[in-house]
């Protein structure tokens, strides 16, 4: 039993796939509880699907990009809960999951946009299978205008540089459940996916007084 969950957005996903399906999954947004709807979310989707803990065989994780403390409780959870099980966790890029989702309803290309905050985006572009061809990176909106069908956050947030919205607007765990189990998506280490210095910084070391 694959349990899959993401928190590099505002939405908290979790989901369970048996290896042929997705069995149970739920989704909550609110970009200001992660830690504490996580949590209890994997439990209550444990018990909806009477899976015990035991029975889990992997883990699938979405890396981000995202906000430093989101996506941090995302993979210190994946990572703790296969540590203490002894099963293999694996990354996923949380854009890649988007697209994979994105690409069933599409069929041309397109680009994944969420939102990098600092009226930014985090952007990535995919083929008409949803196959990554460039990014991620981080790019302000009327740098990353274009066309092209566009899902994902962003697109909903600047529709002047992406017309031609498209959805979904979150990662699903069910989405990355089925990406990893189907191999549609490629994996990545459990490590988070930055592509901008934190915002804290250590402070300098005090000069010498002389």
Do not use: N
Not at 168 to 173: Q, R
Not at 177 to 186: C, Y
């Amino acid at each position: 039993m694959l349990l899959a969950l993401d928190t590099a957005t505002p939405a908290v996903t979790v989901a369970l796939h048996d290896g042929e399906r997705v069995v149970a999954a739920s989704s909550v947004v609110d970009a200001m509880r992660h830690g504490e709807l996580l949590a209890t979310g994997i439990t209550a989707l444990l018990d909806e699907a009477w899976v015990a803990r035991q029975d889990l065989t992997a883990i699938a994780v979405g890396v981000g990009p995202g906000p430093f403390t989101g996506l941090r409780v995302g993979l210190v959870t994946a990572r703790t809960l296969a540590f203490v099980l002894e099963i293999p966790v694996y990354g996923v890029c949380s854009l890649d999951v988007i697209a994979v989702q994105a690409a069933a309803g599409i069929g041309a290309d397109f680009v994944v946009a969420t939102d990098a905050r600092r009226k930014e985006v985090y952007l990535a572009s995919y083929d008409d299978q949803g196959r990554r061809l460039d990014g991620p990176e981080v790019v302000r909106p009327a740098d990353a205008a274009t066309d092209r069908p566009a899902a994902g956050e962003g697109a909903v947030l600047y529709p002047d540089a992406f017309p031609d919205r498209r959805g979904p607007e979150l990662p699903s765990a069910g989405w990355l459940a089925r990406a990893v189990a189907e191999e549609l998506a490629e994996l990545r280490d459990p490590e988070p996916l930055y592509l901008r210095r934190p915002d804290a910084v250590a402070p300098a070391a005090p000069k010498r007084v002389s």
